[in-house]
């Protein structure tokens, strides 16, 4: 039963890992009476191109937290999520193109070990940004999402507006399908964002209905320490699939 207990919440994950697409969206003409974003929340999200910095993301589905070099190539990440009883941590670290995962579950689950630490094979990942993966090192997605925002409005170091998820491959740990039932709502959900004095992104509150997203930012340009993990396996076959790789 504890295993039964592990897919299912495994499943919930594999909905929700892919945490950016693997390329921003392409601009798109807005929509009759529709502003686009101002240029300077667009150009605010240069701060997680350019240097390290945290993050910590929660919702409804679970929090993903963790840490991010994009120039120095590591990156330091757990998506942690529950389904009724059972609950899942998914611990992945990058260094130099390389990543390894492992799994942690509230109760022992036989045949796998929390401690576990296992190597992925990049050629084996057909799902752009499953956990936190991507080639534009963007684990939360929050570049996307920025791309995404319309009829925004400014006030000091706040900005208010909406975003079209429809436009977002993921974001955090939100299952970004579910988002999508909502039809034609999904395409102006509210969102706030606020930047620091150096107008760098310090946090983002996506209010989808039902489940507020709270994204914060913080510890820009401090370093990011990764170790890579020793006497790693292979990733198991079957787990490719569940995670959604």
Not at 12 to 23: D, I, N, P, Q, Y
Not at 25 to 37: C, D, F, H, I, K
Request: net charge neutral; aromatic share 6%.
């Amino acid at each position: 039963m504890r295993r039964v207990a592990l897919l299912v919440v495994v499943g919930v994950v594999a909905g929700l890992s892919g945490c950016t697409a693997e390329k921003s969206p392409e601009p798109q003409t807005p929509r009759s009476g529709v502003v686009a974003s101002p240029t300077g929340l667009a150009a605010d999200v240069q701060a997680f191109v350019g240097g390290s910095y945290r993050f910590k993301v929660v919702a409804n589905e679970g929090t993903y937290v963790g840490g991010i070099d994009p120039v120095g190539d590591v990156l330091d990440a757990s998506v942690s999520v529950k389904s009724g009883e059972q609950s899942i941590k998914i611990d992945t670290v990058q260094v130099h193109g390389v990543a390894y995962t492992r799994l942690g579950t509230a109760q022992p689950v036989p045949g796998l070990s929390g401690d576990a630490w296992y190597r992925v094979d990049p050629s084996r990942v057909s799902r752009a940004g499953a956990l936190g993966l991507s080639a534009i090192k963007d684990p939360t997605g929050v570049r996307a999402l920025i791309a995404a925002t319309h009829d925004v409005r400014q006030d000091g170091r706040t900005f208010r507006g909406t975003v079209d998820m429809t436009r977002v491959a993921a974001w955090g740990p939100v299952n970004v399908g579910q988002v999508l039932q909502l039809g034609d709502a999904a395409r102006a959900i509210p969102f706030e964002a606020a930047v620091d004095e150096r107008e760098r992104i310090t946090s983002v509150k996506v209010s989808i209905p039902g489940n507020t997203v709270q994204a914060t930012y913080s510890d820009f340009g401090a370093a990011v320490s990764v170790q890579e993990p020793a006497n790693a396996a292979p990733l198991p076959d079957y787990l490719y699939g569940m995670l959604g790789l």
